[in-house]
């Protein structure tokens, strides 16, 4: 199921998903950049889950994408993504850096780096990003490192993977 939804994903686009709003899924693309040495790290929620699992965390109430906006919103969705989202690179733990966040329809997509990372042969990752909001949430992670391209499909059973490159 997982995997047809994650193919609709990719054909129709996040939009089409969006708009129905009956799955509780997160996507985090990985992107190695070899020239400068680091990982490029997008994570596309539901806004309004965002919101949620912030709120929940005993956050204020964001109020993304309106003029009415937390003044410190960055602050509290890095804060509640980082202590969700954690990388090994090489057997060595590494930090995410914050970037900020986009409006991406129903969704927020937010930005992180890692620094430093000169080559990648594993990754380790554990994303537990809504899954104590939601029993059905799905955290889908894809990785791209020279030129190659993997996934990892993580829920409230698995929310560890790891990839060789």
Known sequence: MLRYLFYI?????????????????SITKVKWNAQHERLDISVRIFTDNLEEAVAEEGGPKLKLWTDKEHTESDRFIADYLKSRLHFRVNEKEVNLEYLGKADALD???????????????????????????????????????????????LNKKSTRGAVDF
């Not at 927020?108 to 990372?117: E, L, P, S």
Request: hydrophobic share 50%; proline share 2%; charged share 25%.
């Open 107 to 153: 969704a927020t997509a937010c930005f992180f780096q890692i620094r430093g990372i000169k080559d990648v042969k594993k990754m380790d990752v554990g994303n537990s990003i809504l899954i104590d909001l939601y029993d059905t949430q799905a955290n889908v992670v894809r990785f791209e490192v020279k030129e190659e391209k993997k996934f990892i499909n």
């Open 9 to 25: 994903v990719i054909l129709i686009g996040w939009p089409a998903l969006a708009q129905a709003h009956v799955f509780y899924i």
